[in-house]
């Protein structure tokens, strides 16, 4: 996964999976979509681009038993995790940059699960990676769509509001991503089927600052990286207070995260 940021945050693998089961919902509805008939086919490889800690990866290798599997991922600390997931020959990581894939074997699937809204002009890149697949080759891509929700507006909020400032001035949060028409209209002429529809999950969390706690792990990163410890904490806890009043725990000790994802499955022409 990649992040723009004035420092690069390193990825906490272990905070990112404390909440596998959420993220993973999304992974395999996903997946669920691709065609498997037309996918995976002899002599292509299944590329999982930002494939994280791998857990993913797995899942895909598990899925399609033919074809050998190939995890791309920015963040060493991930990667190392990623190896660890599985010991199937057929699987293998990369550390590699999305802005600028190159498989090393001709891909049958290209898959992406929650890492091109990272990169800015994302939307440019989908018409490469569907031109790098043969005829009836399948590219699957879900991205979070949540930047207008209280989660992520107060990060900014927060950033505002206390004297790390100056320093999150410069700072690149998730960039927004487009209406699903966008990508419709940009995808389409290179597709031979497409299918685009969004998703809101109603997440249940439970325990202390549990919003803030989710997206320590993926959003917040960047803002984090630029702060020192004592800087960190108070920001931290600030926007915490603003979340819990955005999301307010309920009776049962569940708070409700609502979260809105996009889903693209594309096949060439």
Not at 26 to 46: K, Q, V, W
Request: aromatic share 10%; glycine share 8%.
């Amino acid at each position: 996964m990649i992040v723009e940021s004035p420092k690069q945050a390193a990825w906490d693998a272990n905070l990112y999976l404390k909440f596998a089961d959420a993220r993973l919902r999304p992974a395999l509805d996903l997946m669920g979509r691709i065609d498997p008939a037309n996918g995976a086919r002899p002599g292509h490889a299944i590329y999982d681009l930002g494939c994280g800690a791998g857990n993913i990866t797995r899942i895909l290798s598990e899925r399609f038993t033919q074809s050998a599997v190939v995890g791309i991922d920015s963040s060493e600390e991930m990667l190392a995790k990623a190896r660890t997931q599985t010991a199937d020959p057929r699987v293998t990581f990369t550390k590699g940059d999305l802005a600028h894939f190159k498989p090393d074997a001709p891909p049958g699937i290209l898959y992406s699960n929650a890492a091109y809204h990272w990169l800015a002009g994302h939307i440019d890149m989908f018409p490469g990676l569907l031109k790098l697949l043969p005829s009836g080759g399948q590219l699957a891509i879900q991205m979070p769509r949540n930047h207008e929700a209280p989660s992520h507006a107060l990060m900014r909020e927060a950033a505002q509001a206390g004297p790390w400032k100056t320093k999150l001035d410069q700072v690149r949060g998730i960039g927004p991503v487009s209406e699903p028409a966008r990508y419709y209209d940009v995808l389409k002429p290179l597709c031979s089927d497409l299918e685009i529809w969004e998703s809101i999950y109603q997440q249940p969390l439970t325990g202390k600052d549990p919003v803030a706690q989710y997206t320590a792990g993926t959003g917040l990163r960047p803002y984090m990286a630029v702060l020192d410890e004592t800087e960190g904490k108070a920001f931290y806890e600030t926007y915490a207070r603003l979340l819990a009043e955005a999301y307010p725990t309920r009776a049962d000790g569940i708070t409700l995260f609502p979260f809105r994802r996009l889903f693209i499955v594309a096949r060439r022409a």
